[in-house]
T-cell receptor, first 112, second 113 residues
Framework: ELKVEQNPLFLSMQEGKNYTIYCNYS?????LYWYRQDPGKSLESLFV?????AVKQEGRLMASLDTKARLSTLHITAAVHDLSATYFCAALTQGGSEKLVFGKGTKLTVNP | NAGVTQTPKFQVLKTGQSMTLQCAQDMNHNSMYWYRQDPGMGLRLIYYSASEGTTDKGEVPNGYNVSRLNKREFSLRLESAAPSQTSVYFCASDGGVLSYEQYFGPGTRLTVT
């Protein structure tokens, strides 16, 4: 059974600093997603990672995938207040009907 | 192109009442999903439908039923609401090999008193 674990669950950081959120998953998966959620809002897709070694970047966020280690990371560079949100990773199950399994989310607060 | 739409946005029910949450997508996707989100729990899959006419249980199906009415619509029914079903419900559809994206609706905030 696929399980997804994120850490940390809470992250408070200062503007201008760098940090990494980790997402471990327990069994083989072909697809890894990162989402952002603002309070009271729906999920916004950030990245879809499809293969080992995949790296995607958008602004101050960069996501990578290591399928051998079953690990994805979301790296934040020079954080700004607007990045404050909850970030979720999710992995796709394999075999039979495909479905996403989500981590519990990382609540990021960027302080001035 | 509205993407994934959900109705209602908010609902308050008394224990034992029933209701149906509606979801529709206009992207011609085969797969659709219902999730619930509770504080500190992430999103948990309730039911999903890989194609029109098929539905399967997810992680937390008890107390819910679903109908895949056609390719566009996937509804979630609470037959006898309980306070434990107070949650935010999200519907999603999956673009499959065309886009590898899963698109989420705006959510329904349900309170059961």
């Amino acid at each position: 059974e696929l399980k997804v674990e994120q850490n940390p669950l809470f992250l408070s950081m200062q503007e201008g600093k760098n940090y990494t959120i980790y997402c471990n998953y327990s069994t083989t998966s072909d697809r890894l997603y990162w989402y952002r959620q603002d309070p009271g809002k729906s999920l916004e897709s950030l990245f879809v990672l499809l293969s080992n070694g995949a790296v995607k970047q958008e602004g101050r966020l960069m996501a990578s995938l290591d399928t051998k280690a079953r690990l994805s990371t979301l790296h934040i560079t020079a954080a700004v207040h607007d990045l404050s949100a909850t970030y979720f990773c999710a992995a796709l199950t394999q075999g039979g009907s495909e479905k996403l399994v989500f981590g519990k989310g990382t609540k990021l607060t960027v302080n001035p | 192109n509205a993407g994934v739409t959900q109705t209602p946005k908010f609902q308050v029910l008394k224990t034992g009442q029933s209701m149906t949450l509606q979801c529709a997508q206009d992207m011609n996707h085969n797969s659709m999903y219902w999730y619930r989100q509770d504080p500190g729990m992430g999103l948990r899959l309730i039911y999903y439908s890989a194609s029109e006419g098929t539905t399967d249980k997810g992680e937390v199906p008890n107390g819910y039923n679903v109908s895949r009415l056609n390719k566009r619509e996937f509804s979630l029914r609470l037959e006898s609401a309980a306070p434990s079903q107070t949650s935010v419900y999200f519907c999603a559809s999956d673009g499959g090999v065309l886009s590898y994206e899963q698109y989420f609706g705006p959510g329904t905030r349900l309170t059961v008193t």
